[in-house]
Nanobody, 112 residues
Framework: QVQLVESGGGQVEPGGSLTLSCVCSGFAIKSWLMEWHRQAPGKQRE????????????NYPDSVKGRFTISRDNDKNTLYLHMNHRRPEDTGVYYC?????WGRGKQVTVSS
């Protein structure tokens, strides 16, 4: 059974760093294109970036390029989203995705 479970969110202040985790089961993340998405309040869900099967992260939109990076730990079967220089507009629900499967999402609120 495929499962993706995000963790690490919450309410944080602007600036600084935060890492979200997506623990996966039922498949090997190294064998699939993995993605992080975000849905901000009142907006459509947007792609934040991808991790390819050969370990390359790519396709960061301008809104997060240079601030967010994606990594993975194949042994832990876990995908990560490293968020640096947090901004209030980073507030939203963060999801990881593998093909047709989504995690339930994790709320991140950036506010002082």
């Amino acid at each position: 059974q495929v499962q993706l479970v995000e963790s690490g969110g919450g309410q944080v202040e602007p600036g600084g760093s935060l890492t979200l985790s997506c623990v996966c089961s039922g498949f090997a993340i190294k064998s699939w294109l993995m993605e992080w998405h975000r849905q901000a309040p009142g907006k459509q869900r947007e792609l934040l970036g991808m991790m390819t099967t050969d370990g390359r992260d790519k396709n960061y939109p301008d809104s997060v390029k240079g601030r967010f990076t994606i990594s993975r730990d194949n042994d832990k079967n876990t995908l990560y989203l490293h968020m640096n220089h947090r901004r209030p507009e980073d507030t939203g629900v963060y999801y990881c995705r593998q093909h047709g499967y989504w995690g339930r999402g994790k709320q991140v609120t950036v506010s002082s």
